[in-house]
């Protein structure tokens, strides 16, 4: 079936980075281009960014551009996404998420299950 | 960027009654590039509706989705206790995507 296996939680001091990874399985991986959302504890929805598996171009939301990178690794299905830079606002479940529409411009059908990123010092 | 607003933030209501959730946004949403998801405790985010009114895959008629350039709505007929949970309307057509803040449907 159609899934997508993220790494497990992470706990960064301020000033760290951390690289998140996404396992894509059930599906031709470079047919699918990827997001990248995160939640803050108790609050919405906040997208990051998006990769094209196929060529690994990406566009990223302004608010983190120059800290995100999103990369990927077609020998094992897998798109990362690294954040630098942390703060404690960085503090939230990140999440892979499907873009179903073959391009850069569909919903979100397929969710990884959630990777905590909780920085602390 | 598009900003959406939902509303209303919580929804109390009973299994068996209608919901109906508004998402507005600041600017039209181009070709209806408009969508739904259910989000339920310690889960993930679920596709329910894109393209404004198109069901994902496997979600039942009692949900439908209405609207088009700046006002779209979410309607739940007949609720069921697993539908209680929050809401979150997503336009798609330009970047950055952005969410609207939810809406809680609880008992």
Same mark, same amino acid.
């Given at each position: 079936?159609?899934?997508?296996?993220?790494?497990?939680?992470?706990?960064?001091?301020p000033g760290a980075?951390?690289?998140?990874?996404?396992?894509?399985?059930?599906?031709? &991986?470079?047919? !699918?281009?990827?997001?990248?959302?995160?939640?803050?504890?108790g609050?919405? #929805?906040?997208?990051?960014?998006?990769?094209?598996?196929?060529?690994?171009?990406?566009? !990223?939301?302004q608010? &983190?551009?120059? /800290?995100?990178?999103?990369? /990927?690794?077609?020998?094992?299905?897998?798109? !990362?996404?690294?954040?630098?830079? #942390?703060?404690?606002?960085?503090?939230?479940? !990140?999440?892979?998420? /499907?873009?179903?529409?073959g391009?850069?411009?569909?919903?979100?059908?397929?969710?990884?299950?959630?990777?905590?990123?909780?920085?602390?010092? | 960027?598009?900003?959406?607003?939902?509303?209303?933030?919580?929804?109390?209501?009973?299994?068996?009654?209608?919901a109906?959730?508004?998402?507005?946004?600041?600017?039209?949403?181009?070709s209806?590039?408009?969508?739904?998801?259910?989000?339920?405790? @310690?889960?993930?985010?679920?596709?329910?509706?894109?393209?404004?009114?198109?069901?994902?895959? $496997?979600?039942? *008629?009692?949900?439908? @989705?209405? $609207?088009? =350039?700046? *006002?779209?709505?979410?309607?739940?007929?007949?609720?069921?206790? =697993? *539908?209680?949970?929050?809401?979150?309307?997503?336009?798609?057509?330009?970047?950055?995507?952005?969410?609207?803040? $939810?809406?809680?449907?609880?008992?």
């Amino acid at each position: 079936q159609v899934q997508l296996v993220q790494s497990g939680a992470e706990v960064k001091k301020p000033g760290a980075s951390v690289k998140v990874s996404c396992k894509a399985s059930g599906y031709i &991986f470079t047919s !699918y281009y990827m997001h990248w959302v995160r939640q803050a504890p108790g609050q919405g #929805l906040e997208w990051m960014g998006i990769i094209n598996p196929s060529i690994g171009s990406t566009t !990223y939301a302004q608010k &983190f551009q120059g /800290r995100v990178t999103m990369t /990927r690794d077609k020998s094992t299905n897998t798109v !990362y996404m690294e954040l630098s830079s #942390l703060r404690s606002e960085d503090t939230a479940m !990140y999440y892979c998420a /499907r873009d179903r529409s073959g391009s850069d411009s569909g919903a979100f059908d397929i969710w990884g299950q959630g990777t905590m990123v909780t920085v602390s010092s | 960027e598009i900003v959406l607003t939902q509303s209303p933030g919580t929804l109390s209501l009973s299994p068996g009654e209608r919901a109906t959730l508004s998402c507005r946004a600041s600017q039209s949403v181009s070709s209806t590039y408009l969508a739904w998801y259910q989000q339920k405790p @310690g889960q993930a985010p679920s596709l329910l509706i894109y393209g404004a009114s198109s069901r994902a895959t $496997g979600i039942p *008629d009692r949900f439908s @989705g209405s $609207g088009s =350039a700046t *006002d779209f709505t979410l309607t739940i007929n007949r609720l069921e206790p =697993a *539908d209680f949970a929050v809401y979150y309307c997503q336009q798609y057509g330009s970047s950055p995507r952005t969410f609207g803040q $939810g809406t809680i449907l609880e008992i």
